[in-house]
Protein backbone atom coordinates (compact mmCIF):
# COMPACT_ATOMS: atom_id res chain seq x y z
CA UNK A 1 0.00 0.00 0.00
CA UNK A 2 1.30 3.19 -0.91
CA UNK A 3 1.47 5.88 1.67
CA UNK A 4 2.83 9.66 0.98
CA UNK A 5 3.05 11.64 4.37
CA UNK A 6 3.59 15.23 5.05
CA UNK A 7 4.26 17.27 7.38
CA UNK A 8 6.20 20.50 8.45
CA UNK A 9 3.40 22.82 7.68
CA UNK A 10 2.19 25.38 10.06
CA UNK A 11 1.78 29.18 10.46
CA UNK A 12 4.39 31.55 10.00
CA UNK A 13 4.99 35.75 9.11
CA UNK A 14 5.87 37.26 6.31
CA UNK A 15 9.27 36.85 5.27
CA UNK A 16 9.91 33.90 7.67
CA UNK A 17 10.74 30.05 6.76
CA UNK A 18 9.54 26.86 6.67
CA UNK A 19 10.48 23.35 5.33
CA UNK A 20 8.02 20.30 4.32
CA UNK A 21 8.70 16.84 4.43
CA UNK A 22 7.01 13.80 2.52
CA UNK A 23 8.20 10.44 3.62
CA UNK A 24 7.22 7.91 1.04
CA UNK A 25 6.82 4.14 1.86
CA UNK A 26 5.19 1.09 -0.59
CA UNK A 27 6.98 2.55 -3.40
CA UNK A 28 10.48 2.06 -4.82
CA UNK A 29 10.96 5.67 -4.04
CA UNK A 30 14.25 6.23 -5.76
CA UNK A 31 12.17 5.71 -9.28
CA UNK A 32 9.28 7.97 -8.81
CA UNK A 33 9.69 11.83 -9.78
CA UNK A 34 8.83 13.89 -6.69
CA UNK A 35 6.40 16.96 -6.70
CA UNK A 36 5.18 19.23 -4.31
CA UNK A 37 1.71 21.07 -5.41
CA UNK A 38 -0.14 23.41 -3.66
CA UNK A 39 -3.89 24.68 -3.59
CA UNK A 40 -5.56 27.99 -2.01
CA UNK A 41 -9.01 27.90 -1.71
CA UNK A 42 -11.01 28.89 -4.75
CA UNK A 43 -7.87 28.02 -6.84
CA UNK A 44 -7.09 24.88 -8.98
CA UNK A 45 -4.69 23.12 -7.64
CA UNK A 46 -0.82 24.04 -9.14
CA UNK A 47 2.29 22.93 -9.06
CA UNK A 48 5.39 24.25 -6.99
CA UNK A 49 8.54 22.42 -7.87
CA UNK A 50 9.48 18.89 -8.50
CA UNK A 51 12.70 16.59 -8.69
CA UNK A 52 13.47 13.81 -11.34
CA UNK A 53 14.85 10.46 -10.36
CA UNK A 54 18.33 12.30 -11.33
CA UNK A 55 17.73 14.75 -9.45
CA UNK A 56 16.54 17.59 -11.83
CA UNK A 57 14.61 20.55 -10.40
CA UNK A 58 11.68 22.56 -12.02
CA UNK A 59 9.97 25.56 -10.07
CA UNK A 60 6.72 27.63 -10.84
CA UNK A 61 8.24 31.29 -11.56
CA UNK A 62 6.52 32.20 -8.16
CA UNK A 63 8.63 30.28 -6.10
CA UNK A 64 12.07 31.09 -8.42
CA UNK A 65 14.66 31.92 -5.99
CA UNK A 66 12.91 31.43 -2.67
CA UNK A 67 12.01 27.95 -2.67
CA UNK A 68 14.23 24.33 -3.29
CA UNK A 69 12.93 21.10 -3.64
CA UNK A 70 15.41 17.94 -2.45
CA UNK A 71 15.06 14.78 -1.98
CA UNK A 72 17.08 11.79 0.21
CA UNK A 73 16.51 8.15 -1.26
CA UNK A 74 17.99 6.25 1.71
CA UNK A 75 15.14 8.02 3.68
CA UNK A 76 12.50 7.87 1.08
CA UNK A 77 11.46 11.65 1.73
CA UNK A 78 11.43 14.76 -0.17
CA UNK A 79 11.48 18.25 1.27
CA UNK A 80 10.63 21.48 0.68
CA UNK A 81 12.61 24.60 2.12
CA UNK A 82 10.49 27.48 1.92
CA UNK A 83 11.89 30.80 2.04
CA UNK A 84 11.06 34.47 2.39
CA UNK A 85 7.57 33.37 2.79
CA UNK A 86 4.69 35.45 1.28
CA UNK A 87 0.66 35.35 2.12
CA UNK A 88 0.51 34.59 -1.28
CA UNK A 89 1.80 31.09 -0.23
CA UNK A 90 -0.75 29.89 2.09
CA UNK A 91 -2.39 26.86 0.83
CA UNK A 92 -2.67 23.68 1.06
CA UNK A 93 0.72 22.03 0.20
CA UNK A 94 0.18 18.40 -1.27
CA UNK A 95 3.71 15.61 -1.93
CA UNK A 96 2.93 13.43 -4.94
CA UNK A 97 4.57 10.71 -6.41
CA UNK A 98 4.57 9.87 -10.03
CA UNK A 99 6.10 7.01 -12.49
CA UNK A 100 4.16 6.17 -15.93
CA UNK A 101 0.89 5.58 -15.43
CA UNK A 102 1.35 5.45 -11.41
CA UNK A 103 0.78 8.53 -10.00
CA UNK A 104 0.29 9.14 -6.13
CA UNK A 105 -0.91 11.77 -3.47
CA UNK A 106 -0.52 12.82 0.09
CA UNK A 107 -3.41 14.15 2.63
CA UNK A 108 -1.31 17.65 2.32
CA UNK A 109 -0.32 19.99 4.80
CA UNK A 110 -1.30 23.80 5.24
CA UNK A 111 0.73 26.16 5.18
CA UNK A 112 -0.39 29.57 6.59
CA UNK A 113 1.50 32.95 6.15
CA UNK A 114 -0.23 35.53 8.08
CA UNK A 115 1.17 38.50 10.47
Request: proline share 3%; charged share 15%; aromatic share 10%.
Amino acid sequence: QVQLVESGGGLVQPGGSLKLSCAASGVIFSSYVMGWYRQAPGKQRELVALITTTTGTNYADSVKGRFTISRDNAKSTVYLQMNSLQPEDTALYYCNAKRGFHDFWGQGTQVTVSS
